[in-house]
Structure formats: C-alpha cells, structure tokens
C-alpha cells in the first residue's frame, strides 16, 4: 500500500476537491460548504494525499478552553471525512496521527472533538471526556412562576454578554473561551428565525442573559435556546420562570448543550417538572503533553 502525505491546501484546486469530499461526507450542500470553509479560513485545513490525489482532510480550529480556573490552548478539531473510494485504508487514521505531531509541535496543550466514530480517535490518543445534549422542557410543566429579577432585551454584540460568559465559563472545567466563530453561530438565525437575546437582572448588576429563537412546527411552537449564563439563584429562578410565562402560547422549549445542571444546582430544590434527553453526543479529548508517551 502506497504511503500517504500531510499537507495544507496548497491552491484552489485542492479547495476545491476537499469542499467536494466534505460535502459528500457530511450531505451538505455546496453553498453550505463554501460558508464553512470561509468561516474555518482556508489556513486552517488540512489534506491528506495519497499518490497525489486528495483523499479527504479536516480543520484545526484554535480555541482556549478553561481548566481550574485558567484559560489554556486547545485544538479544536473539525470536519474529519474521507472520500468513499479510500475508506477503510487508513486514511484518516494516517491524517489524524500526522495532525496530533502538528499540534504538539505547535505547543498547543490539549484537543478536543466531537466523534462520529470513537476506535479512530481512540487510537490516536483521544479519550472520552464529556457529553453534549438537548433537552426538552415543555413550558407548562415549569412550576416555577415569580421571577425576581428583571428580563430585558439586549443586542447580541452587546460586550456585557461576553463578560458574564467569561465569568461562567472560568469557573467550570472544559467550558470554551469563545472564539468569533462560535459566537457568531449562537446569534446566526436559522431558517430566517430571529435570535432573541435578553438580560437577567438589572443592567448595572447583570447575573445571566438567555438568547433564543422561536419556531412553528406543523403541531408545536417551539423555543429554542441557544445559550445562557446564570450566575446566582435569582437568575436561574428568573431563566424558569420567563419562559413559564410563555406557557400559553408555546408548548415546549429546548435547552441546548450540558450546562443544564448550572441551571438545576441554582436551586436548593430538586426540579418538580421533566426534563427529557433529546440528543445527545460525546465529547472526546486529547492532551496534548502526552503525545509523545
Ligand atoms: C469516519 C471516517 C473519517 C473514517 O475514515 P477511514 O479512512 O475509513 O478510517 P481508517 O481506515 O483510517 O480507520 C481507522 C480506524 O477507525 C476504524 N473505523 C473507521 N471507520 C469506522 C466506523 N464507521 N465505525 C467504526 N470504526 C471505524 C477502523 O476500523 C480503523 O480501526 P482498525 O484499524 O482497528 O480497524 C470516514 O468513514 C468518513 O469520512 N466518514 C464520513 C464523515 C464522518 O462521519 N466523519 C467523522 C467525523 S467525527
């Protein structure tokens, strides 16, 4: 079996074949693809050859991610696929032992992934580290109905929403120090569904905001939150009851990711209404001082 080669992408015609291959892997479509790639930056892919001809490749997104309360360099990875014809020959093993060396090499402390497919990072060094899920509340099961803290409305560049992030995010292991690009996803609207983003609590002692959009399905209104920060118990409390308060008109809600026990441990009391595991993956994650062990 011929060898393969590590790159970066060299020019627009290796672009353009790993835009083809990613798209494939991942039944996206094209403009999809091309959003993603200006997103990620060009730089930051990498390619796998075999006889010179593209056999797939992936992103090395740089991120810092907390851990005891300091902030530390973390390698994100992203869009792992291999074109259908050189699958099950170790291509993406070969691709993703040559990116760890990179990544150790840069200095780069730690990374981390969502796996499709775990023996693959396994064997390369990855182990499982954390969860990622949805949840689902229906609105009218939320006891909670008196808020004491006032909710107002914010605009989603406001800086005050990345500050009281950075306060949360610093006191819990693994949580990200946010880069542009996943800041930009929270408030990017999907199908044309506006983000909503308020503050909790008064705008000169904020404890928390929640941003989210509204869907109408066939049978439901839908909430769907795409992010928060509770800081005290008022907040949380204020968080329920808000979205109590739109019992009426909406019959569930989604709470998005794995902070939503941040939300539970706000209160002396357990939960008295449901909450349902819609989705769920793991997270997995390398550190990179120990590449070379
Ligand atoms: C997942 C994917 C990247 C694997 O590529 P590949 O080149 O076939 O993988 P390799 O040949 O290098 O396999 C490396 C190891 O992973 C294992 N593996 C690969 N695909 C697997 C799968 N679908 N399920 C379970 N194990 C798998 C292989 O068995 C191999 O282990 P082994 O040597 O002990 O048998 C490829 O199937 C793909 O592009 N899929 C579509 C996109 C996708 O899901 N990407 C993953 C995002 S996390």
Redesign the pocket.
């Known amino acids: 079996m011929s060898s393969f080669e590590y790159d970066k992408i060299a020019d627009s015609g290796d672009a353009e074949k790993l835009k083809q291959i990613l798209t494939q ?2 039944i996206g479509s094209s403009e999809e693809e091309e959003k993603y790639f200006q997103a990620v930056g060009l730089e930051n892919f990498r390619i796998i050859r075999q006889n010179g001809e593209i ?2 490749g992936l992103a090395i997104i740089p991120f810092s991610q907390w851990w005891g309360g300091e902030c530390i360099s973390m390698a994100g990875i992203a ?4 074109a259908p014809e ?9 691709l993703m032992q040559n990116t760890i060396r990179e990544i150790h090499n840069r200095g780069v402390s730690i990374s981390a ?5 775990q ?3 396994r ?1 390369v060094g990855y182990e499982q580290a954390g969860s990622f899920c949805n949840w689902e509340v229906k609105t009218e099961n939320i006891q909670i109905h008196k808020s004491t803290l006032p909710l107002t409305a914010v605009d989603s560049n406001s800086e005050i929403l990345r500050e009281l992030y950075q306060k949360q995010a610093s006191l819990n292991n693994g949580n990200l120090a946010r880069n542009p690009f996943i800041w930009g996803n929270i408030f990017q609207n999907q199908d044309s569904q506006p983000v909503y983003t308020y503050l909790i609590g008064a705008s000169d002692n904020p404890q928390g905001y929640v941003a989210f959009a509204q869907k109408r399905t066939d049978v439901d209104s839908l909430i769907q939150i795409r992010d928060w920060v509770v800081l005290t118990p008022e907040a949380a409390q204020s968080f329920w009851a808000f979205f109590a308060g739109m019992r009426y008109s909406y019959r569930s809600h989604f709470v998005n990711a794995n902070r939503h026990d941040s939300l539970a441990r706000c209160f002396n009391r357990s939960y008295d209404f449901d909450i349902a595991r819609t989705k769920s993956k793991i997270k997995i994650i390398f550190p990179l001082d120990v590449a070379d062990s």
């Open positions: 892997c991942f056999a797939g869009a792992v696929g291999i050189y699958r099950g020959s170790g291509a993406a093993l070969a992934l969502f796996p499709a497919v023996k693959l990072y064997k």
